[in-house]
T-cell receptor
Framework: DAGITQSPRHKVTETGTPVTLRCHQT?????MYWYRQDPGHGLRLIHYSYGVKDTDKGEVSDGYSVSRSKTEDFLLTLESATSSQTSVYFCAISDRGSNQPQHFGDGTRLSIL | GEDVEQSLFLSVREGDSSVINCTYTDSSSTYLYWYKQEPGAGLQLLTYIFSNMDMKQDQRLTVLLNKKDKHLSLRIADTQTGDSAIYFC????????????FGGGTRLMVKP
């Protein structure tokens, strides 16, 4: 399995609080991605990174920001969490990006009350 | 609506073959992927096919691609109870970020 660690694995928090999820990889892959998974929607891309300090928006980026200060870490931040952001969040990585398969972490289950 | 569509549910008997279907809309798709998700886990890459191929076989898995109809299928031979999971197809249009568009997933239930 690809060396991807997501933390925390579970989190419960209140509306309006900031939340940061971490994705850590040991594969030295260039590309990293954040998805959310909701029933009936499959996975939808939030943001992705194509290198240190290089990020871009995905399909559902509103309300989320990301940072990548080193190759191995990709952080997803909810500045002011809302109940609609209750979801399971997955990090993925791929090597060289284009046409390389993505490999996924085990996910973070986030509940916002 | 979604660009990638799958039926929601499939039930088969242990030992039978399973066929999970997927349709996509982007004719510029370059790679198509199948992932498996077991409860509480992430997505596990099963196999993928390049868009200029018609078929790919990998042990019990056979992927068929009909590019004209934009139809992708995953056949699992001799289905086992351990194959029970949600299966996602995804397409990549080969952008520099290799962004994937996923279907909603098909839940496969294998009955003993």
């Amino acid at each position: 399995d690809a060396g991807i660690t997501q933390s925390p694995r579970h989190k419960v928090t209140e509306t309006g609080t900031p939340v940061t999820l971490r994705c850590h990889q040991t594969e030295n892959h260039r590309y990293m991605y954040w998805y959310r998974q909701d029933p009936g929607h499959g996975l939808r891309l939030i943001h992705y990174s194509y290198g240190v300090k290089d990020t871009d928006k995905g399909e559902v980026s509103d309300g989320y920001s990301v940072s990548r200060s080193k190759t191995e870490d990709f952080l997803l931040t909810l500045e002011s969490a809302t109940s609609s952001q209750t979801s399971v969040y997955f990090c993925a990585i791929s090597d060289r990006g284009s046409n390389q398969p993505q490999h996924f972490g085990d996910g973070t289950r986030l509940s916002i009350l | 609506g979604e660009d990638v569509e799958q039926s929601l549910f499939l039930s088969v008997r242990e030992g039978d073959s399973s066929v999970i279907n997927c349709t996509y809309t982007d004719s510029s798709s370059t790679y198509l992927y199948w992932y498996k998700q077991e409860p509480g886990a992430g997505l596990q890459l099963l196999t993928y096919i390049f868009s200029n191929m018609d078929m790919k076989q990998d042990q019990r898995l056979t992927v068929l691609l009909n590019k004209k109809d934009k139809h992708l299928s995953l056949r699992i031979a001799d289905t086992q109870t351990g194959d029970s999971a949600i299966y996602f197809c995804a397409e990549s249009i080969g952008t520099s970020g290799n962004m994937l568009t996923f279907g909603g997933g098909t839940r496969l239930m294998v009955k003993p």
